[in-house]
């Protein structure tokens, strides 16, 4: 035995409970910070600017980022991954408390539905990534990519009577490119010292940084103004299958599946699926009471 296990908890299990810890609190952050965009959501970015308990909840995603790159430092993707899904878990049952009632059976249904299944696609739809860096064409493709996809869907979420939704696979998609470039410029600085930040690709994805940055807070803020439960299952779905697509597609990863695997990935797919839609039923039937709660009207002719 050594010394090691002697006098304590053996260093993989010390990293271990580290790894959950850090992912409990960026959980806890991420979902604080939704409920307090979701009770200004209905404001424009000028009036947004004028609330300060909104820069909390921005710094509160800054510092959710944080913590979530410092995990990856103490536990695998593998593990980080799935408990993304502790945001939603936290984030509905702390809605329904701040608005003094109990949470809803579609809401616990969807949040149960959805959560099992993003929970497995990350177990199962994992990639044999090496924290490789995005080449000069690829970070410009994506950039210029991410500009067009993230366009579309935000206009297709300001048309008139649109669903939210629109806005928040938007928001996740910017969200996840904006930690892809993270993650390479992390590995670029880190290889090749602070001059390459100088390099004009850097600046490129510096500033692309900073501005999906600040598009995709925008973007979900906007996506949550009728309800916050099925935006946020939304984005969480989107953010890790959006890395997943930039992993396989511009960073040379395979997917570890076989047949059975690729079967078992669409049946959380679509459980993860059916969950958002009990949170959008559960958003609906929260915004029109009286329509499901009336008591069926009796014709004349009945008397």
């Not at 470039?181 to 692309?208: D, K």
């Not at 995709?216 to 906007?222: E, K, P």
């Not at 930039?246 to 047949?259: H, R, S």
């Amino acid at each position: 035995m050594n010394r090691g296990d002697r006098d304590g908890l053996p260093p993989a299990m010390t990293n271990l409970i580290i790894a959950i810890v850090l992912c409990v609190a960026v959980a806890i952050a991420y979902a604080v910070a939704a409920l307090i965009q979701a009770r200004h959501a209905h404001l424009t970015v000028s009036q947004l600017a004028r609330v300060p308990v909104l820069w909390a909840a921005m710094g509160l995603n800054g510092l959710g980022a944080a913590l979530h790159v410092t995990s990856l430092k103490f536990g695998p993707l593998s593990l980080i991954q799935p408990l993304g899904v502790l945001t939603l878990v936290i984030a509905v049952p702390l809605s329904a408390a701040s608005a003094r009632r109990r949470a809803t059976r579609l809401e616990l249904t969807g949040m149960i539905s959805t959560v099992v299944g993003l929970a497995g696609l990350s177990l199962i739809i994992t990639t044999t990534g090496n924290h490789g860096t995005l080449g000069s064409g690829a970070l410009v493709g994506l950039v210029v990519a991410t500009v067009v996809v993230v366009t579309v869907f935000g206009l297709l979420g300001r048309r008139p009577g649109a669903s939210t939704l629109w806005e928040a696979v938007a928001g996740g998609m910017a969200f996840s490119v904006c930690s892809a470039l993270c993650q390479t410029m992390v590995v670029t600085v880190g290889n090749g010292g602070l001059g390459t930040l100088l390099h004009p690709l850097s600046i490129l994805a510096i500033l692309a940084i900073g501005t999906f940055a600040v598009v995709a807070t925008l973007l979900t803020q906007r996506s949550y103004r009728d309800g916050l439960s099925a935006p946020l299952a939304i984005t969480n779905i989107v953010n890790p299958a959006t890395a997943t697509v930039i992993g396989v597609v511009l960073l040379n990863e395979t997917l570890a599946t076989t047949k059975l695997e690729v079967f078992l990935a669409v049946a959380c797919a679509l459980l993860a699926a059916f969950g958002v839609t009990q949170l959008a039923r559960a958003r609906d039937a929260a915004a029109h009471p009286a329509m499901d709660s009336a008591p069926p009207q009796r014709s004349a002719a009945a008397g």
